[in-house]
């Protein structure tokens, strides 16, 4: 039986020349790179020098010197409301005191006599058959109700059957508008005179 036989290709010292022109490229490639970003960062610099700068120092005026301070604005909300204006009057006023008017007081009366009850008393009988005349002064106290409440003597008319019967006469059958003081009905005293006539005798 035969045995295929095998060639053993053995590499040949030294570069083959594809490779040394695929070395090459790359070579040439990395210098024109480096080339290049020399030059763009070369004109970049010279473009960004920056130009030559002048200071100049320029004197402040009178205006400048005594900065105004800035006018302070109020914000008002829009939806506050505006307080109202309160004027404090200053000037004094002197008060002027007028003297009050009393107060009016209801006036005071005396008791009067009511016409139509002061009648004259019947004359009495035995004076009259006698002939006695006279007239008695009686001090009479009358009530806040106008009622004689008493009736006195003071001066007699000499007769005293005439006297008693005016001081009876009086107590029943007069009366009298009581007195008022300071619009109260009070009790009070009157003089009343009885006049006894044969004149008017019935």
């Given at each position: 039986?035969?045995?295929?036989?095998?060639?053993?290709?053995v590499a040949?010292?030294g570069?083959?020349?594809?490779?040394?022109?695929?070395?090459?490229?790359?070579?040439?490639l990395?210098?024109?790179?480096?080339?290049?970003?020399?030059?763009?960062?070369?004109?970049?610099i010279?473009?960004?020098?920056?130009?030559?700068?002048?200071?100049?120092?320029?004197?402040p005026?009178?205006?400048?010197?005594?900065p105004?301070?800035?006018?302070?604005?109020m914000?008002v909300?829009k939806?506050?409301i505006?307080?109202p204006e309160?004027?404090?009057?200053?000037?004094?006023?002197?008060?002027?005191q007028?003297?009050?008017a009393p107060?009016?007081?209801?006036?005071?009366?005396?008791?009067?006599?009511?016409?139509?009850?002061?009648?004259?008393?019947?004359y009495?009988?035995?004076a009259?058959?006698k002939?006695?005349?006279?007239?008695?002064?009686?001090?009479?106290?009358?009530?806040?109700?106008g009622?004689?409440?008493?009736?006195?003597?003071?001066?007699?008319?000499?007769?005293?059957?005439?006297?008693?019967?005016a001081?009876?006469?009086?107590?029943?059958?007069?009366?009298?508008?009581?007195a008022?003081?300071?619009g109260v009905?009070?009790a009070?005293?009157?003089?009343?005179?009885?006049?006894?006539?044969?004149?008017?005798a019935?």
């Open positions: 039986m035969e045995h295929p036989n095998h060639e053993i290709l040949k010292p570069m083959s020349r594809p490779r040394a022109i695929g070395l090459g490229l790359v070579a040439l990395h210098v024109l790179f480096v080339w290049a970003l020399i030059n763009g960062l070369a004109t970049k010279i473009t960004n020098i920056p130009h030559e700068l002048k200071a100049q120092v320029i004197a005026t009178k205006e400048e010197t005594q105004t301070p800035p006018t302070p604005t914000v909300p939806d506050s505006t307080p309160i004027q404090v009057q200053t000037t004094q006023t002197q008060a002027i007028t003297p009050m107060a009016p007081t209801a006036p005071s009366t005396r008791a009067n006599g009511i016409t139509s009850t002061h009648s004259t008393p019947p009495p009988a035995d009259k058959q002939g006695h005349e006279g007239t008695v002064v009686l001090h009479i106290m009358i009530s806040d109700q009622e004689v409440t008493s009736a006195q003597v003071s001066k007699s008319s000499g007769f005293p059957e005439l006297d008693q019967q001081v009876s006469w009086v107590k029943e059958h007069w009366k009298y508008k009581a008022v003081q300071n009905a009070v009070s005293a009157s003089d009343a005179q009885v006049v006894f006539s044969l004149k008017n019935s």
